[in-house]
C-alpha cells in the first residue's frame, strides 16, 4: 500500500515534469521524482519498532561473540540511508544547476514558458 | 595488479578542483591551468594504455566485497577505458586553441575534468549504486559543458538536455532501489548470483524495464534521442566530440550492457528489443541526418544512426546467445559492435572537431552559406574527407571493418534482412556526408568568406592524429595479435554473461 502511494507520487512527478509548460514546474516536478525515489529507498531499509543497528554489550550471545537473534530481527538496514544521503546530495547539485539555467534563460527570453523558448528545430 | 584502479577517478577529481584556483591570476594563471589539464588527459592516456589487457578488483577502503565498493577491470572496461582517454585527450589538446573564444577556461577544464572522472568511474565501478553516481557526476558536468556558451540556443538546448537526463538518472536510481530491495546486494557480482539463484520477480522485470529506459535515454536511442540533436551541436566543439565520441556511449551503451549481460543476464525478449532499437536507430537517425543544413546538427543525427550499430551488434550477439545459437557468431556480432563503438568514437570526435574548425574559421555552422574551403582549410579539408570515408564504410578506412564484421556476422545467424538494413544505412550515411563535402568544401566560395584562415598549432595536430588513427585502426582486426590483445577481452566480458559474478568472486579471493 505505502509503496503504491510511493510509485503513485513517482508518476505524479513525471507527469509534472513532462506536461507542464514552465520550466519551474518541469524542475519541481523532477523534484518530486527524486523524492519519491529517496521515499521508495527510506521505506526499504524501514521496520515497524527498529532500533539502530549498533551493536552494544547486552546483544552479544553466547561466547563465541555472536550477535543475538533478537538483535537480528530488529535492527533497521543501514544502507539506505546511506544511499538517500548520497542521492539528495547529487539531486541537490542537479537542482542548483537547473535553477540557474532557468534564471540565465529568463534573463534571455524574459519568459519561463517552454513553448515560446524554441529557437531549435528539427 | 600493476595500474591501481582509483588512479583513474582519483586524478582527474583531484585536478578538476585544483585548475579553478588559477582562474584569477590572469595570463600565466590560464597557462599553467591549460598545461596541467593536458598533462592530466596524457597521463590518463598512457595509464590506460598499460591497463589493457589487466584484470582485477580493487576494494575500497579494504572493505571485502558484499559489504563495500568495488572497482572492476576487466576486458570490457579497459576497452573502454582507452577509448575515453584517447579521446579526452584528443579533445583537451583541440580546446587549447578552440576555447579562446569563450572566457572561464579554468572553469571549463575543471567541468572537463569532472565529465573525464565520471566516465571513467562508470566503466570501473562494480557497485551497481556507484556506478549511478558516477554517472550523475558525468552527466551534471556535461549538461554544464552544454549551457556553456550561455547564449539563447545553447540555454534552451541544456535545459531540454537536463530535464531528459535527470528523468533518465530517476529511473535508474528507481531500479538500483528495486534491485537491492529484491536481492538484498548492491554489487554487481552478487546481485547476479542472488538473480540466478532465485530468477526474475515481477519487481525485477520492471527494474530492468527502468534499467533500459534510464540507460536508453543517456544513449538517445530513437524513441529517446529528442535531446541529442539539440545539446550536440550547442556545445563548443570539443565538448560535442567528447559527447557523441564517449559520453553517450559510456553512460548509455556501456552501462546497458553492463546490467543487461553481466547482471541480469540476455533473454531472447531482451535480445529482440535491443536489435529493434538499434534497427530504428540507425534507420530514423540517417534519414534525419540527410534532411539537416546544420553541420553539427547532421553529424549529431548521424551520431544516433551510428549509435543504432552499435546496440544492433551487441543486441544480435545477446539474441544468439540467448537462442543457444553458434557462439563464435555472437561473439563476432558482439566484436562487431564493440569495434564500431570505438571506431565511431575516434571519426565522429574527429568530424565534430572538423565542425569545429570550420565554425571557427567562418563563424557558421549554416551549410548553405559555405562552400568552397577545400582551398583556404586544406588541412581540415583531408581530415575531414578522411573521416567521412571511415563513416560512410568506404573499404581500407576503419569503419568498412566494423560494418563488414556486422554484415558478416548477420549473414551467419541468417539475419539477412539485419545485413540489408545495415547495408541500406550505411548507403544513406555515404550520401550524407557527400553532402557535407559538396556544400562545405567544393563549390564557389562566397563573397563574404574571402577572408578565411586555416587554422593553427593544436587544432591541426590533433586533426591530423584523429585522421590517422581512421586510418590505422583496421588494423585492430586484422593483426591477430592486436585483436587478441585489445577487443577479444572485451568481446569475453560480455559474452561470459553471467560468469561475470564468478570471474569477480574468484579475483577477489586472490
Known amino acids: ?122 | 595488479m600493476s595500474v591501481p584502479l582509483p588512479v583513474f577517478i582519483a586524478i582527474p577529481l583531484v585536478m578538476a578542483f585544483l585548475l579553478p584556483l588559477f582562474s584569477g591570476s590572469g595570463r600565466k594563471g590560464k597557462a599553467v591551468a591549460t598545461v596541467l589539464a593536458n598533462l592530466t588527459t596524457v597521463s590518463l592516456l598512457v595509464l590506460a594504455v598499460f591497463s589493457i589487457g589487466k584484470s582485477g578488483v580493487y576494494e575500497i577502503g579494504k572493505w571485502s566485497i558484499p559489504l563495500g565498493i568495488n572497482l572492476v577491470l576487466d576486458g570490457l572496461s579497459s576497452l573502454m577505458l582507452l577509448t575515453i582517454s584517447v579521446v579526452s585527450a584528443a579533445a583537451m589538446l583541440f580546446s587549447v586553441r578552440y576555447m579562446e573564444q569563450y572566457t572561464a577556461k579554468a572553469k571549463y577544464f575543471c567541468l572537463f575534468l569532472l565529465m573525464v572522472a565520471g566516465m571513467n568511474g562508470v566503466v570501473l565501478s562494480g557497485d551497481i549504486f556507484n556506478l549511478f553516481v558516477f554517472l550523475e557526476i558525468a552527466s551534471i558536468a556535461s549538461y554544464a559543458l552544454v549551457g556553456f556558451g550561455c547564449g539563447h540556443e545553447e540555454l534552451e538546448a541544456s535545459f531540454k538536455y537536463m530535464v531528459l537526463g535527470s528523468i533518465g538518472s530517476t529511473f535508474v536510481l528507481l531500479a538500483v532501489a528495486l534491485v537491492y530491495g529484491n536481492t538484498g546486494s548492491l554489487n554487481m557480482a552478487y546481485i547476479s548470483k542472488a538473480i540466478q539463484g532465485s530468477g526474475l520477480n515481477p519487481g525485477l522485470t520492471f527494474a530492468l524495464g527502468l534499467f533500459i529506459t534510464g540507460f536508453g535515454l543517456k544513449a538517445a536511442l530513437v524513441p529517446f534521442h529528442a535531446w541529442l540533436p539539440d545539446a550536440h551541436p550547442s556545445a563548443p566543439a570539443p565538448i560535442s566530440a567528447m559527447l557523441s565520441g564517449v559520453l553517450i556511449k559510456t553512460l548509455g551503451v556501456y552501462a546497458l550492457c553492463r546490467v543487461l549481460f553481466n547482471v541480469f543476464g540476455v533473454s531472447i525478449q531482451v535480445g529482440w528489443l535491443l536489435v529493434a532499437l538499434g534497427i530504428l536507430s540507425m534507420v530514423a537517425g540517417a534519414f534525419l541526418a540527410i534532411g539537416q543544413w546544420d553541420f553539427k546538427r547532421l553529424l549529431a543525427y548521424s551520431s544516433i544512426s551510428q549509435l543504432g550499430y552499435v546496440v544492433l551488434g551487441i543486441g544480435l550477439g545477446g539474441l544468439i546467445i540467448a537462442e543457444g545459437g553458434n557462439p563464435a557468431w555472437a561473439s563476432l556480432a558482439i566484436l562487431g559492435g564493440l569495434f564500431h563503438l570505438v571506431n565511431h568514437a575516434v571519426y565522429k570526435s574527429l568530424l565534430f572537431l572538423t565542425s569545429g574548425s570550420v565554425q571557427m574559421s567562418t563563424g557558421t555552422r549554416e551549410m548553405r552559406e559555405m562552400g568552397g574551403l577545400a582551398e583556404k582549410m586544406p588541412v581540415t579539408r583531408a581530415t575531414c574527407t578522411v573521416a567521412s570515408a571511415s563513416i560512410a564504410g568506404i573499404p581500407p578506412f576503419s569503419g568498412f571493418w566494423s560494418k563488414l564484421i556486422l554484415v558478416v556476422a548477420a549473414f551467419q545467424a541468417h539475419f539477412y534482412w539485419v545485413a540489408a538494413v545495415i547495408v541500406f544505412v550505411s548507403l544513406c550515411t555515404l550520401i550524407m556526408y557527400l553532402k557535407v563535402q559538396r556544400y562545405v568544401f567544393l563549390g564557389e566560395l562566397p563573397e563574404n568568406l574571402q577572408q578565411t584562415k586555416e587554422n593553427k598549432g593544436s587544432m591541426l595536430v590533433v586533426m591530423v592524429f584523429l585522421a590517422c588513427l581512421c586510418v590505422l585502426m583496421g588494423l585492430l582486426v586484422i593483426v591477430p595479435s592486436l585483436r587478441a590483445g585489445i577487443l577479444e577481452p572485451a568481446v569475453e566480458a560480455l559474452t561470459d554473461g553471467i560468469g561475470y559474478s564468478a570471474n569477480v568472486i574468484k579475483m577477489t579471493g586472490m
Do not use: H, W
Open chain 1, 1 to 122: 500500500m505505502l509503496y503504491a502511494l510511493c510509485f503513485l507520487l513517482f508518476m505524479i512527478g513525471l507527469y509534472c515534469a513532462v506536461v507542464k509548460k514552465n520550466m519551474v514546474k518541469i524542475t519541481i516536478g523532477i523534484l518530486i521524482m527524486e523524492y519519491a525515489v529517496n521515499l521508495f529507498l527510506i521505506m526499504l531499509g524501514y521496520r515497524l519498532g527498529g532500533r539502530a543497528p549498533i551493536v552494544g554489550k547486552e546483544d552479544l550471545a553466547g561466547a563465541g561473540g555472536q550477535v543475538s537473534d533478537l538483535f537480528v530481527s530488529r535492527c533497521v538496514d543501514p544502507l539506505p540511508q546511506a544511499l538517500v544521503l548520497t542521492a539528495i546530495v547529487i539531486s541537490l547539485g542537479s537542482l542548483a544547476l537547473m535553477i540557474s539555467i532557468c534564471i540565465r534563460t529568463y534573463e534571455k527570453y524574459g519568459t519561463f514558458d517552454i513553448t515560446k523558448i524554441r529557437r531549435l528545430r528539427g
